[in-house]
């Protein structure tokens, strides 16, 4: 404990008003006199170590909390007025001290606004150089968007945390949640933080899934959401409280660039441990087995999506126990890729995924059904697809939401392990060690003809194709039309 004196009388006013309590009753639970209390309160007293300890026991106020909030708005503070906007308007220190002290939210509401005002900067800049290269084929070689950041860094990666499923593992058996996940995280989040979960109308809750206010200590959750959503949002929030000093490693692992970036990362991460506490390793990578991997018997088995339950099957890559190096990507029926990851990296490089012939987009026109595939690349590598709409946030008569699809897939040479196989319309290939596959006894199937992406695919005649190719001449010969609609030579 440092020997700086530590004067905390609106955060003390916030946290007992935010419970409800008179200052009688609080005093009463410190083992203090009311005017001790109030004396603390008006910052006339500063915080014994005693009384931090109190409150910390007594209302699960973090000492670190307590001792660094004021100290952290008022740095936050002081770089909002280095602003070159408000450099004239610098107040001194103990003005931004009195800031911090006095009126907390209204310091956080001024440090929130600027970091969305230099965030929204930051766009624009990277935009406007991606609006003048554009067309000339080179990359951004300044900062990208922090959304695109995030992306590239995880789809790179493989899709496990194993500091992550081991914080799933020791939540869940401090849960012992037995059939009713929801309800054991519900009071845990009573109990340990005095957080209650309420389900709010789409009305009062128009823009948000998920909403905690720190103040009340109510987290609240829209009821656009089907079941197993709202199971993931509560177990997210529980996840990033619980596994704060893990989540806070890994991004730190990941060595993002910005503050947004590591905002949008921890998202992700508390997504991931939602979905390690909802389907326990072990015991998912057993029924998957079992179940030879049929998404709809493990989400049934697990009270879960079609998308979540396939999005676990692209986690499971622990040593030892490993399972089938599955890998995923999401779209619109615009064609607009949302999400892509694999238990060993996407594969953008083998797979691609920008073909507009996958099984991904004709899925659209027969929604919630289960579209299996083989597909052979121009090289000869061959994958097994599975696809499937999935369903979003329920919206209202007036409103139009997004639709999105899934395509679940992994190397050909899985056939035999997964149920999707006798789906094929001929028995399973297996492709030979000299197309980079796995060596077994090769076998005839019926495979679509697929590219990495239009730009960069050269099969001849594809009646799909969307663009002509970079990587050749267009046929201009007048004499000549092919069947694609960007002939070439």
Request: proline fraction near 6%.
């Amino acid at each position: 404990m440092p020997d700086q004196k530590i004067f905390a009388g609106p955060r003390i006013r916030r946290i007992r008003n935010a419970k409800g309590l008179t200052q009688t009753a609080m005093a009463e639970g410190l083992g203090i006199s009311p005017s001790y209390l109030n004396l603390i309160e008006r910052n006339q007293r500063p915080l014994t170590v005693q009384l931090i300890l109190k409150l910390a026991s007594v209302y699960k106020v973090e000492p670190e909390e307590l001792q660094g909030e004021a100290r952290g708005s008022v740095a936050a503070l002081k770089e909002v007025f280095s602003d070159p906007l408000l450099a004239g308007e610098l107040p001194g220190d103990q003005e931004l001290v009195e800031v911090a002290e006095a009126a907390p939210n209204a310091a956080a509401g001024v440090i929130k606004l600027f970091r969305a005002y230099r965030e929204q900067a930051e766009r624009l800049s990277a935009l406007s150089e991606l609006l003048a290269r554009e067309g000339r084929g080179s990359a951004l070689s300044a900062a990208r968007l922090p959304a695109d950041e995030v992306r590239d860094v995880f789809e790179r990666r493989p899709n496990h945390f194993a500091a992550l499923e081991e914080e799933a593992e020791a939540f869940a058996a401090v849960l012992e949640p037995g059939d009713d996940l929801l309800g054991a995280l519900k009071a845990w989040l009573k109990r340990e933080y005095g957080i209650a979960v309420r389900v709010l109308p789409a009305a009062t809750m128009p823009n948000w899934r998920r909403r905690y206010d720190r103040h009340s200590q109510r987290l609240f959750i829209s009821e656009r959401l089907s079941p197993f959503d709202r199971l993931r949002e509560v177990a997210m929030e529980a996840c990033l409280i619980r596994m704060r000093a893990a989540v806070a490693a890994e991004i730190q692992a990941l060595r993002l660039s910005s503050d947004e970036a590591r905002r949008l990362a921890r998202f992700e991460l508390g997504r991931y441990g939602a979905h390690a506490l909802t389907m326990p390793y072990a015991v998912f990578h057993a029924a998957a087995v079992r179940a030879r991997y049929d998404v709809d018997v493990l989400r049934s088995r697990f009270g879960v999506s079609f998308e979540q339950a396939a999005n676990r099957l692209t986690t499971l890559q622990r040593p030892g126990a490993a399972g089938i190096p599955f890998f995923m990507l999401e779209v619109d029926n615009a064609g607009n890729r949302f999400r892509r990851a694999g238990s060993q990296g996407f594969p953008q490089n083998r797979f691609g995924g920008g073909c507009p012939k996958l099984a991904v987009h004709a899925a659209f026109g027969q929604p919630g059904q289960v579209l299996v595939e083989a597909v052979e690349m121009p090289d000869g590598a061959a994958f097994l697809t599975v696809a499937r709409t999935l369903e979003g946030p329920q919206g209202a008569f007036d409103e139009r939401p997004r639709r999105t699809a899934l395509l679940l897939g992994c190397d050909i040479g899985f056939t035999d392990e997964t149920v999707y196989g006798a789906a094929l319309p001929a028995a399973p290939y297996t492709r030979s060690a000299a197309a980079g596959g796995i060596s077994a006894r090769p076998r005839e199937f019926v495979a679509t003809s697929i590219g990495p992406a239009c730009r960069l695919c050269e099969r001849v005649g594809c009646l799909a194709r969307a663009e002509p190719p970079v990587t050749r001449p267009l046929g201009l010969d007048e004499m000549v039309t092919g069947l694609s609609a960007f002939d070439f030579q």
